[in-house]
T-cell receptor, first 112, second 115 residues
Framework: KQEVTQIPAALSVPEGENLVLNCSFT??????LQWFRQDPGKGLTSLLL?????REQTSGRLNASLDKSSGRSTLYIAASQPGDSATYLC???????????FGKGITLSVRP | KAGVTQTPRYLIKTRGQQVTLSCSPI?????VSWYQQTPGQGLQFLFE???????NKGNFPGRFSGRQFSNSRSEMNVSTLELGDSALYLC??????????????FGNGTRLTVT
């Protein structure tokens, strides 16, 4: 059974800092990994999707990497801003039934 | 292009009642998935529909059911509501079914409170 872990559960950083959010998964036989952002009371916004054959994806100040063999992904946020404050979730798609398994998320607070 | 639309946004029901939630996917998307989000369990997969057929099902009791119509719109039904069913129910659509590597697009959810 696939398990996805995101540690720590919460993070507070000053504005302008570069930061890395970690995600680990137990079953390396994944189809893809997706990073999402969730603002309070809202749905999830897709940030980046990495296929199993890819090593990284970039969008603006965001860069996500994938190391399938070690069961890890990182989301790098450059020059953080208060508007980046949100909960960041990673999810992996695994198995014959292609179920998506989510981590519990990291709540990021960027202080002005 | 309109995003994923979920109605209603908020719902309050009492134990034992039943509820129906609605989801309209992004135009052209054929796959609709449903998730339950609670503070304790996080996001848990309920089921996925593609071309009006349930393709995947999570580990939820039979009280949770759904369907998809020919226009890809989907409904989720929960019967005999329990207090533990209080949660944010999220619907997500994608161009193709799971496993095809297309990203998920989520609606803002329906907040269900069971009293």
């Amino acid at each position: 059974k696939q398990e996805v872990t995101q540690i720590p559960a919460a993070l507070s950083v000053p504005e302008g800092e570069n930061l890395v959010l970690n995600c680990s998964f137990t079953d390396s036989a994944i189809y893809n990994l997706q990073w999402f952002r969730q603002d309070p009371g809202k749905g999830l916004t897709s940030l980046l999707l990495i296929q199993s054959s890819q090593r990284e994806q970039t969008s603006g100040r965001l860069n996500a990497s994938l190391d399938k063999s070690s069961g890890r992904s990182t989301l790098y946020i450059a020059a953080s801003q208060p508007g980046d404050s949100a909960t960041y979730l990673c999810a992996v798609e695994t198995g014959a039934n292609s179920k998506l398994t989510f981590g519990k998320g990291i709540t990021l607070s960027v202080r002005p | 292009k309109a995003g994923v639309t979920q109605t209603p946004r908020y719902l309050i029901k009492t134990r034992g009642q039943q509820v129906t939630l609605s989801c309209s996917p992004i135009s052209g998307h054929r796959s609709v998935s449903w998730y339950q989000q609670t503070p304790g369990q996080g996001l848990q997969f309920l089921f996925e529909y593609f071309s009006e057929t349930q393709r995947n099902k999570g580990n939820f009791p039979g009280r949770f059911s759904g369907r998809q119509f020919s226009n890809s719109r989907s409904e989720m039904n929960v019967s005999t509501l329990e207090l533990g069913d209080s949660a944010l129910y999220l619907c997500a659509s994608s161009l193709e079914r799971s496993g095809a590597g297309t990203p998920l697009h989520f609606g803002n959810g329906t907040r269900l409170t069971v009293t």
